[in-house]
């Protein structure tokens, strides 16, 4: 069982940043890959960005490509989003998502565990 707490979601205008965190429980958080997605209102949820178990391989969605980073620390259970220069449509309850292995997939369906979320809201 692998339980998800994000955290470092609020409000800010367009061109701030912030740091997501996503806390996981379990032994097993360094061999998986780790996703954060996103839902904004009235809009299915969708990939954000990933990153395999050991932190070197990285894959994002194009809207956010050289805007956010992920990253992860093993010794810590812990994997962020660093989000810079955000813009109203980034606006959206972010999602961290855990996968039973620790290769790089997008789609939600690959993923079996994830966190309640967290709100992050940029105003123009």
């Known amino acids: 069982q692998v339980h998800l707490v994000e955290s470092g979601g609020g409000l800010v205008q367009a061109g701030a940043s912030l740091r997501l965190s996503c806390a996981a429980s379990?032994?097993?958080?360094?061999?998986?890959?780790m996703a954060w997605f996103r839902q904004a209102p009235g809009k299915e949820r969708e990939f954000v960005a990933v990153i395999n178990w050991s932190g070197e391989s990285t894959y994002y969605t194009d809207s956010v490509k050289g805007r956010f980073t992920i990253s992860r620390d093993n010794a810590k259970n812990t994997v962020y989003l660093q989000m810079n220069s955000l813009r109203p449509e980034d606006t959206a309850v972010y999602y961290c998502?855990?996968?039973?292995?620790?290769?790089?997939?997008?789609?939600?369906?690959?993923?079996?565990?994830w966190g309640q979320g967290t709100q992050v809201t940029v105003s123009s």
């Open positions: 998502a855990s996968r039973p292995s620790g290769n790089i997939r997008t789609g939600q369906g690959d993923y079996n565990y």
């Open positions: 379990g032994r097993t958080f360094s061999s998986r890959a």
